[in-house]
């Protein structure tokens, strides 16, 4: 029987939650309660001994319910203060590698931001197998980010070998979004051979061109990718002008992730 409503759950989905020219290929709507699906998502937690490249002060955790879980049919990520002086902030990042992984396609997430100065949530991809190199030579795509301290402002960028923050040449724009960290927005990316384009509810708000004679250098998204969901605490952006330390519990809310890919013709 509950293999039957499933089933009949993954169809109405299916049919209710199409693009035209788009099916339907992986999702969660957290319709569960506890810990995010093992079978959907992993903890990130690899990088906590060198504070991730970007000098950010969370120690992310795994399997703890204080960072991430789920319930009323919604994923929370929390940072928040730990107690702890040598890791005084506990967050999570949790990642599709090895369970969702995708080239091409049209991936959105229904998300109210973390706020408050000093917070930095973002719903990003990075590449599975770094074809061209480590970062950011295989390439990286923010479908968004937001930084406390600017709290009306929502950032989409992509960054490759040629075009990145280190180098200040990163491909971005900024949304004006004055509500993000009090309502629910669906942030998306429609992903081709040719293009990354953005959107915020529906209207687009970023392109990224494919060069003509392009290299990996400025197109490396010709390989999977995997999501990464996320709330930094600090770091060279984020922390910019400092940490407030009234915000915590400072908490990203997700009410579904949604894949779609291009559907195939029919016979």
Same mark, same amino acid.
């Given at each position: 029987?509950?293999?039957?409503?499933?089933?009949?759950?993954?169809?109405?989905?299916?049919?209710?939650?199409?693009?035209?020219?788009?099916?339907?290929?992986?999702?969660?709507?957290?319709?569960?309660?506890?810990?995010?699906?093992?079978?959907?998502?992993?903890?990130?937690?690899?990088?906590?001994?060198?504070?991730?490249?970007?000098?950010?002060?969370?120690?992310?955790?795994?399997?703890?319910?204080?960072?991430?879980?789920?319930?009323?049919?919604?994923?929370?990520?929390?940072?928040?203060?730990?107690?702890?002086?040598?890791?005084?902030?506990?967050?999570?990042?949790?990642?599709?590698?090895?369970?969702?992984?995708?080239?091409?396609?049209?991936?959105?997430?229904?998300?109210?931001?973390?706020?408050?100065?000093?917070?930095?949530?973002?719903?990003?991809?990075?590449?599975?197998?770094?074809?061209?190199?480590?970062?950011?030579?295989?390439?990286?795509?923010?479908?968004?980010?937001?930084?406390?301290?600017?709290?009306?402002?929502?950032?989409?960028?992509?960054?490759?070998?040629?075009?990145?923050?280190?180098?200040?040449?990163?491909?971005?724009?900024?949304?004006?979004? @004055?509500?993000?960290? !009090?309502?629910?927005?669906? &942030?998306? /990316?429609?992903?081709?051979?040719?293009?990354?384009?953005?959107? +915020? %509810?529906?209207?687009?708000?970023?392109?990224?061109?494919?060069?003509?004679?392009?290299?990996?250098?400025?197109?490396?998204?010709?390989?999977?990718?995997?999501?990464?969901?996320?709330? @930094?605490?600090?770091? !060279?952006?984020?922390?910019? &002008?400092? /940490?407030?330390?009234?915000?915590?519990?400072?908490?990203?809310? +997700? %009410?579904?992730?949604?894949?779609?890919?291009?559907?195939?013709?029919?016979?």
């Amino acid at each position: 029987m509950r293999v039957i409503l499933v089933s009949i759950f993954i169809l109405i989905v299916s049919s209710c939650f199409r693009h035209e020219g788009y099916e339907l290929v992986w999702h969660d709507e957290f319709n569960y309660i506890g810990l995010p699906d093992s079978t959907k998502w992993s903890y990130d937690t690899e990088g906590n001994s060198w504070q991730w490249g970007n000098n950010e002060l969370q120690h992310y955790t795994s399997h703890n319910e204080t960072n991430a879980w789920v319930q009323d049919d919604k994923l929370y990520i929390t940072a928040t203060k730990s107690g702890n002086p040598a890791q005084p902030y506990t967050s999570a990042r949790i990642i599709t590698k090895g369970k969702g992984e995708w080239q091409y396609g049209r991936i959105e997430v229904c998300a109210k931001v973390a706020g408050g100065q000093g917070a930095w949530p973002a719903i990003w991809m990075l590449p599975v197998r770094n074809e061209y190199g480590n970062w950011p030579a295989s390439g990286e795509i923010d479908i968004m980010e937001y930084v406390g301290y600017q709290p009306d402002s929502i950032y989409c960028t992509v960054h490759t070998g040629a075009y990145n923050h280190t180098k200040n040449t990163q491909k971005s724009a900024a949304w004006h979004l @004055a509500d993000a960290q !009090h309502e629910f927005h669906v &942030y998306a /990316i429609e992903w081709t051979e040719k293009s990354c384009k953005f959107f +915020i %509810d529906g209207h687009k708000c970023f392109v990224f061109h494919k060069e003509a004679k392009a290299s990996s250098d400025q197109w490396p998204f010709d390989q999977p990718f995997y999501l990464i969901l996320n709330v @930094a605490v600090g770091g !060279h952006w984020g922390g910019k &002008y400092g /940490i407030d330390e009234s915000i915590f519990p400072s908490t990203m809310e +997700i %009410d579904y992730v949604r894949v779609y890919q291009k559907s195939k013709p029919h016979n």
